[in-house]
């Protein structure tokens, strides 16, 4: 089973057990808009295009939300029964290119959404993906940040993903630094770098 379907497996063992109004690292969204967003990526690809163009985003928003108003174990099973068999992340190699990071940090989302969590134990295989997707993702995600960014993990290998005249050095586990390009505030990272470019880079991550 690769990294996608395991964290497909997982995401979805934990949505039973947390119900469809919990809360989750995406602002506005409880559990239930999560998953409502996961179908409408295997499912609706008219819909899907507003996740990345905003002329398509109200309409994206309303066959979200109905998607969301679906009975509860409906819309569990649909997330981890995953797309048609003729969709073509229902491949596995295509599902570990397009689903990885995904499932990842949505996996992470519903987890660090409740107080008191903390990060899983290592997993070879889940922080390799990791962190190939952290630096993948963060050529595109920081784009517009004011800074230079290298991240580090914890074992000492780094990528400088954006060049800049100040340079911020951002070290955690591979899982961290992805949760970080993407975005996310509830992570365990630490940052180097002059005090001015590091408070640029931390607010510039917040819109991402």
């Known amino acids: 089973m690769g990294v996608a379907a395991e964290e497909r497996r997982q995401l979805s063992r934990l949505l039973d057990e947390t119900g469809p109004d919990a809360p989750t690292l995406c602002e506005g969204w409880l559990t239930r808009d999560l998953a409502a967003h996961l179908v409408v990526r295997e499912s609706r690809p008219d819909a899907a295009l507003g996740i990345l163009l905003p002329p398509l985003a109200g309409h994206t928003r309303r066959v979200q939300d109905g998607i969301a108003a679906q009975p509860w174990s409906r819309l569990v099973e649909r997330v981890r029964r995953g797309p048609a068999w003729y969709w073509p992340t229902s491949i596995g190699r295509l599902d570990e290119l397009t689903n990885t990071a ?107």
């Open 102 to 208: 995904e499932f990842l940090v949505h996996h992470e989302d519903v987890r660090r959404g409740r107080p008191g969590w903390e990060p899983r134990p290592a997993d070879p295989a889940r922080d390799a993906a990791a962190w190939r997707a952290a630096r993948g993702a963060a050529k595109l995600n920081l784009r517009r940040v004011p800074v230079g960014v290298t991240l580090r993990t914890t074992d000492g290998r780094e990528a400088t993903v954006r060049g800049g005249a100040e340079q911020v050095t951002v070290t955690g586990d591979p899982v961290e630094l992805l949760l970080f390009v993407f975005g996310r505030d509830a992570v365990r990272v630490e940052f180097e770098g002059d005090s001015t470019a590091v408070a640029k880079l931390t607010e510039a991550g917040r819109g991402i």
